[in-house]
């Protein structure tokens, strides 16, 4: 007997192993050094307690940051998921090409997030100012990437153009699986598309519509390639997101404890917001 | 009957108006990295009349992208690798143990909770770590990536081992097959559907990846791709179009292969995280 359950604990060795290694230590370390001052360099360092912690709350540029990310990822969240709802039952309905138009609009998933962000980058300050001139609409003749009230914007529009792909096809395969009887017989009892939507696809998509909405909500709050692409958390700071902070504080600000103080915040704001939004739409997906 | 309604010519139309969003700022990367200065000038939209390959000749000599392509590739590659064997290895195990032993439920969960943890919480960490171990290099990269993707991976094969029936490996084992073979010969030929899922979010994830070269890595000769953009991107100030040449030379291998295998990749995707 022990012959056969030997091997099942040798398998898990390399994973736990590496897994220990690279990711609760660091997380621990993480952990650790946001109550000292350490700087990142050197070897002396003092325990401060939670001083990180308070000034973090003082702190403009982190309120800034999370004000900044949560504004963001709450409006890319909103408009990815209509958007892809929306294309899903386009793609869905009675058309030609279908596989084909479902490749195209899958495409900027495969798309590296920084790359696709420089292309956009290129637009908003030269192609599009051209055609804002040349039909004379004041708010798209200069780079909203510059402005400060209007940068975040460009991002947004950026996040929502690569991530609605993955929602797109995540609703899609929802879509599938609803049987079409159902649709026959309502069509029988002579329901209208509106009233076919709410009663019968949007219910039965509703696990999907779960996924979707804690897929693009985690996503947005990590943002980052984006920033760096467009922005780079400007003008002045105003669409650096939280992870940005934390890059750039901790690594050329010399604030290693302080920015560790803010991702362990970081992590429990991303935990609890994952852990309220999958038991809120989990408990409608019941109801209904 | 609605399997026999006809075209729906409306939303087909629609449905071609959005692809425009799509294309459009793929056709300004490649119009873009076939002009030159002059034609740009003339006009940023039209279709280039003459075509500058030359953009592509000099962006593959500026950014050196023969070597970072060879370490994308090689980073890819062998993170896929390692993934499908290390992450099926300990949900197999996992997955047949969980419900008797608590050592496995434990370490489940001790995996899956790791999908609510922010990358940042261990960037700062795990740059130090790597330096003290020598591994700023391509294959820190290869076992950070390996890890950072067990979480999701071992979440979705173990819902899908479950699935497959024990009595394959019980009549395994009274053949005197042992654990190890049972795994090799039995289980991880039956996994090949949600192993080429798991293989294909790993690679894309993987091949785009920027966060994790750009702490990680520090000698240029292991940049990889979309390192090589972010650090070149002051060098192309002025000339977009060698950078949109160098742009669709770094995005060129993923749409490659998404063209070949375009059906698969969107299926593996959607496996993968509806499950």
């Given amino acids: 007997m022990n012959k056969r359950i030997a091997p099942y604990y040798w398998m898990t060795v390399p994973a736990v192993v590496l897994f220990f290694v690279f990711m609760t230590l660091p997380a621990l370390q993480g952990i650790y050094y946001s109550f000292t001052n350490y700087n990142g360099f050197g070897k002396e360092y003092d325990f401060v307690g939670f001083k990180n912690y308070f000034n973090l709350f003082q702190d403009d540029n982190v309120g800034n940051a999370y004000w900044f990310t949560f504004k963001f990822a709450i409006v890319v969240t909103i408009l990815t998921n209509i958007l892809s709802l929306l294309i899903a039952l386009g793609l869905n309905a009675k058309i030609k090409f279908r596989n084909f138009f479902r490749g195209i609009y899958f495409l900027p998933n495969i798309l590296s997030v920084l790359i696709v962000g420089y292309i956009f980058n290129y637009l908003f300050s030269n192609v599009f100012p051209i055609w804002g001139q040349n039909l004379g609409i004041n708010a798209l003749s200069t780079n909203i990437l510059g402005s400060e009230s209007l940068a975040w914007i460009g991002i947004v529009i950026v996040a929502v153009w690569q991530s609605v792909a993955l929602n797109t096809i995540l609703y899609l395969a929802g879509l599938q699986t609803i049987p079409i009887t159902l649709y026959e017989a309502s069509n029988l009892d002579g329901a209208g598309k509106w009233r076919e939507f709410w009663s019968i696809t949007f219910p039965l998509i509703a696990p999907f519509f779960t996924i979707n909405m804690v897929l693009a909500m985690k996503n947005s709050l990590m943002v980052f390639d984006q920033i760096v692409a467009l922005t780079n958390g400007g003008p002045g700071r105003a669409t650096q997101s939280i992870s940005h902070l934390i890059y750039t504080g901790g690594f050329e600000g010399g604030e290693y404890a302080y920015q560790s103080a803010n991702s362990v915040i970081y992590f429990i704001v991303i935990a609890v917001i994952s852990i309220l939004q999958i038991r809120f739409l989990q408990r409608r997906e019941m109801d209904l | ?275």
């Fill in chain 2, 1 to 275: 009957m609605r399997s026999r309604t006809r075209i729906n010519w409306l939303v087909m139309l629609l449905v071609v108006l959005g692809t425009l969003f799509i294309l459009f700022p793929l056709y300004m990367t490649v119009t873009i990295a076939l002009k030159n200065p002059e034609q740009m000038a003339q006009s940023v939209f039209a279709f280039p009349t003459t075509l500058h390959w030359e953009n592509f000749a000099r962006a593959i000599d500026m950014t050196n992208f023969f070597q970072s392509f060879r370490n994308s590739a090689i980073v890819t590659a062998s993170t896929v690798l390692l993934t499908l064997l290390s992450n099926s290895m300990v949900a197999y195990a996992i997955a047949r143990n969980m419900e008797k032993r608590k050592f496995f439920k434990g370490l489940y969960y001790y995996f899956v909770s790791a999908m609510f943890i922010p990358f940042p919480i261990i960037m700062l960490p795990i740059v130090k770590l790597t330096a003290s171990l020598e591994m700023t290099n391509l294959v820190g990269l290869i076992l950070l990536h390996t890890v950072y993707g067990l979480a999701f991976n071992v979440f979705v094969y173990v819902g899908y081992i479950r699935s497959i029936p024990v009595a394959l490996e019980e009549a395994a084992f009274v053949d005197g097959a042992t654990t190890w073979g049972t795994f090799w010969r039995i289980i991880f030929p039956l996994m090949a559907p949600i192993s080429a899922t798991v293989g294909i979010l790993t690679c894309l994830s993987t091949y785009n990846d920027f966060l994790l070269p750009l702490i990680i890595i520090s000698d240029p000769g292991q940049y990889t791709l979309p390192l090589v953009q972010y650090v070149f991107q002051g060098q192309f100030n002025t000339e977009f179009n060698l950078a949109f040449a160098s742009y669709l030379l770094a995005l060129l291998p993923m749409i490659i292969i998404y063209l070949f295998a375009q059906k698969w990749i969107i299926n593996g995707v959607t496996q993968g995280s509806v499950k």
